[in-house]
């Protein structure tokens, strides 16, 4: 027995979502399927630890969506449906093992500030990158929200920019080329390098060159931005979208296969026995690695095998989630700091180190770099009156010596190790405070959402054989997958990982193409909708 729909998505992450919510704002009736008992996938906000503290499981900081059409025009209508998003101020504090350390703040005088106490030419260059970033963010942004084939490679429209040329080298440079090149003291540097760090991508690969600039820009321009009430509150609102057009978001489904008549993709079925059929497109967010192993192999190019075969997972991450009676402080001169966001790079080359211990396999507890978020610093509605949650993230390999199934063994340790290396900088973060905690190693995020492959919470590597045009692999960027009907979605796609939403709308725009519908138009009667307040609008 099986039931249609116009459209099956299979996966719930918030890039799925938004596809869905596009698709079914112009009339189509969706259904989204996903393994896990909570919709969001990456975007998901649980009980990790104890009743009443709520964890973002993966994603906090909700930065790149920001400037998407999806939420910059509100095209969907997600404001008005409890979508609310909060801009902390400090942005992120980055201590160092001397004890000295560097705030950014929402202000960029304020932020110079800080960093002319290292170096006042350091500080100028720092102002005048955000300057110069600023007249090429929208070419960056348009590339990111385009899909493949349907625009200028990146190269192309950054020769249109101001300085083209420029910009076209730095893009392919890497992320510490740039930094090396524009600032001189080592604390600014390694300012700048956990900055550019934070989608996980090694700081010496080449193409990461705009990381240097776009982080920093992204955060000095719209803070460690988070929704009120935790990462979920974005996929939460997505769902009501498509319920409200009729559709539906199933969970604790895990789909096993795709069904094919003919060669072509017509629906799912999944591991209850569930059969979904699809009228027009099915749409999938399971990553590439186990999405070729739904169909039979021949139906799968034979390049889009080659590249899928050959795909790189890049940079694992390590999460404790706590339960704390007191929130994270940092000592300072003016009195103690709680930010909601802060980064221990420990050094430039410690940073730099990263790289070279995931390619080794091993697991380095001397003085690991981390990200640590305390989103309770500006969200008390996450936790019980006067409790906090901690998310504390350490990057370490999947393939570590010894195999994967090792991370059961040394999981315990090496949270400890990261709670000691924090501890030197938040000394009354101490076992009293702590009510209880949540281990999740690479594997351990592997085994909670089969996207997170080998640890990697974006998709996988974004080095030049992963991106662009490249993502998933080369004739096959454009969301339609080598067998019919089939399309892809989510970080596995351009432009990538982090919440952009950006992979979503844009499968949207050539799903409703291939069927002579353009988005700019549905998005337009929807918004006129809304604005007179038109039943189902």
Not at 109 to 116: F, I, Q, V
Not at 150 to 165: Q, R, S, T, V
Not at 396 to 418: K, M, N, Q, T
Request: hydrophobic share 40%.
């Amino acid at each position: 027995m099986s039931e249609a729909f116009d459209v099956v998505v299979a996966g719930a992450g918030h890039n799925s979502l938004i596809a869905a919510a596009y698709l079914s704002t112009a009339g189509m009736r969706c259904l989204v399927v996903d393994a896990r008992a909570v919709a969001g996938g990456d975007t998901a906000t649980e009980e990790l630890t104890l009743p009443g503290f709520l964890h973002d499981s993966c994603s906090t900081s909700h930065n790149l969506i920001q400037s998407s059409p999806t939420l910059r025009r509100d095209e969907l209508g997600l404001s008005a449906l409890g979508l609310e998003y909060l801009y902390p101020d400090p942005v992120v504090h980055v201590p160092f093992p001397d004890g000295s350390s560097i705030t950014q703040w929402r202000e960029l005088d304020r932020t110079c500030a800080e960093l002319a106490r290292f170096s006042r030419r350091d500080a100028d260059a720092y102002r005048d990158l955000v300057d110069r970033y600023s007249a090429v963010a929208p070419v960056v942004g348009a590339w990111r929200y385009t899909p493949i084939g349907w625009g200028p490679a990146l190269a192309d429209a950054l020769l249109a920019a101001p300085d083209g040329a420029k910009w076209v080298r730095r893009a392919a440079a890497s992320a510490w080329d740039e930094i090396a090149a524009t600032f001189e003291e080592e604390h600014v540097r390694a300012f700048m390098a956990w900055m550019a760090f934070t989608t996980v991508q090694p700081l010496e690969q080449p193409g990461t060159g705009l990381n240097a600039y776009s982080l920093v820009y992204g955060r000095q321009q719209h803070s460690w931005v988070v929704p009120r009430g935790g990462s979920g509150a974005l996929p939460a609102a997505l769902v009501r979208v498509v319920e409200a057009a009729g559709g539906e978001v199933r969970t604790g489904e895990t789909v096993v296969a795709l069904r094919l008549e003919h060669g072509r993709c017509v629906g799912v079925e999944t591991g209850h026995g569930a059969r979904y059929d699809a009228t027009r497109a099915v749409l999938s967010t399971i990553h590439v690695k186990h999405l070729v192993e739904m169909a039979p192999s021949e139906l799968w190019d034979e390049s889009f095998r080659y590249s899928v075969d050959s795909w790189k997972p890049g940079i694992g991450m390590f999460v404790t989630h706590y339960a704390l009676s007191a929130p994270l402080e940092y000592p300072g001169e003016g009195g103690a700091l709680r930010p909601l966001a802060s980064g221990i790079p420990v050094s430039t080359s410690r940073l730099r180190d990263v790289e070279v211990d995931v390619r080794r396999g091993r697991v380095a507890l001397d003085d690991p770099p981390l990200l640590v978020l305390c989103p309770t610093a500006v969200d008390a509605s996450r936790a019980p009156e006067a409790r906090h949650v901690l998310k504390v993230v350490g990057f370490h390999p999947y393939d570590v010596e010894g195999g994967a199934a090792r991370w059961d063994d040394i999981a315990e340790e090496v949270s400890d190790a990261h709670l000691r290396h924090l501890r030197r900088y938040s000394p009354d973060l101490t076992d009293e405070t702590i009510l209880a905690r949540s281990v999740h190693s690479p594997l351990d995020l592997e085994r909670a959402n089969a996207h997170n492959w080998h640890g990697s919470c974006h998709g996988g590597d974004s080095g030049p054989a992963q991106s662009g045009a490249l993502r998933p692999a080369a004739g096959w960027a454009t969301h339609r997958m080598p067998i019919p009907g089939l399309y892809q979605t989510g970080s596995t796609t351009h432009p990538g990982g982090s919440v952009s939403g950006a992979p979503g709308r844009n499968a949207a725009r050539v799903i409703l193409r291939d069927l002579g519908i353009d988005l700019d138009e549905v998005v337009a009667r929807s918004t006129s909708a809304r604005a007179h307040g038109l039943p189902g609008s």
